[in-house]
């Protein structure tokens, strides 16, 4: 009898102890990667916010970013005087913490983008169904001057920065204090965790694995809910062709076999069958009728 070639290493992903439903509120924190599943979610019918401070890399940040929204008093407002605040050598104000879309030619207008948007952070998290943590790196950049973590060196010159690497208890001793304060605020949230495909290619491959490696062990020993992403890319997509033009990125291709499998693992039939109609949907409506 013919036998068909299994020509893919397929990652076995566990069942989850629970699905997504339509229409929940999902929250997704980190690399750039987050940006891509973001956008497959809100176009299948979720309710989404997506990296509400810009991209996030390493788990230092992130974890800094929830943390501070987390009490409804908003303990991360800011006032002009914060030390996150900088000014660079065109009159731009920056913030060490926040994207450069928050970034502007008045401070009072760059405290008012960062606190309005810490609000609806803060909101986010005590009304959020799931929480997406896409973790990048465990490179992270301090201030040499104070020794103040940075989210963002907004293109500033390398002696300004320390360059450190996280180690695994680094990163679980900080995300278990995290986890538990985020368990008291919002009971039924679903935190699920995920390393992102996208190699750092500035820090070097050999670094990058090394980088990489120290994640997986610090999401095993928190004993989380975890995608593999990564895995996926790595061994489902060993190839070239799955793969952007930089050789680095994923290709859309890849990209969309990571959200089926990502369907396939958390989404029921009823959910996949919402989600389905609701790309549909988006897709008519981003048609242009071309007029002759």
């Not at 992903?13 to 997704?28: D, E, F, R, Y």
């Not at 985020?182 to 980088?211: E, M």
Request: aromatic share 10%; hydrophobic share 40%; net charge negative.
């Amino acid at each position: 009898m013919y036998r068909i070639m299994e020509l893919m290493t397929r990652i076995d992903i566990p069942k989850p102890g629970w699905k997504m439903k339509t229409g929940a509120t999902v929250l997704l924190v980190g690399s750039c990667f987050a940006e891509e599943v973001g956008r497959k979610m809100r176009r299948g019918g979720f309710d989404v916010m997506v990296n509400p401070f810009g991209t996030l890399y390493n788990p230092a940040s992130i974890a800094v970013c929830l943390d501070s929204a987390l009490s409804a008093t908003g303990d991360f407002s800011v006032d002009e005087n914060s030390e996150l605040l900088f000014q660079d050598g065109t009159g731009i104000w920056h913030s060490w913490m926040h994207h450069s879309r928050f970034s502007s030619l008045s401070k009072r207008d760059l405290v008012e983008r960062i606190n309005r948007t810490n609000s609806e952070l803060s909101d986010c998290l005590h009304e959020a169904d799931v929480l997406i943590i896409t973790l990048g790196t465990s490179i992270i950049y301090r201030l040499k001057a104070t020794g103040m973590l940075v989210a963002n060196c907004h293109k500033m010159v390398d002696s300004m920065f320390v360059r450190e690497r996280m180690n695994v208890s680094d990163i679980t001793e900080q995300w278990t204090a995290l986890l538990q304060r985020l368990a008291a605020v919002n009971p039924r949230l679903k935190v699920l965790f995920t390393v992102s495909p996208i190699r750092h290619k500035r820090d070097g491959f050999h670094v990058n694995q090394i980088s990489k490696g120290i994640l997986l062990q610090a999401v095993d020993e928190l004993a989380v809910d975890y995608f593999p992403s990564y895995e996926i890319m790595m061994d489902e997509l060993r190839d070239y062709r799955f793969y952007a033009d930089d050789m680095i990125h994923p290709s859309e291709l890849a990209v969309e076999h990571i959200w089926q499998r990502f369907q396939d693992t958390y989404f029921d039939n009823k959910t996949k069958d919402a989600v389905a109609k609701a790309e549909k949907e988006w897709a008519r409506h981003q048609h242009r009728t071309l007029i002759l």
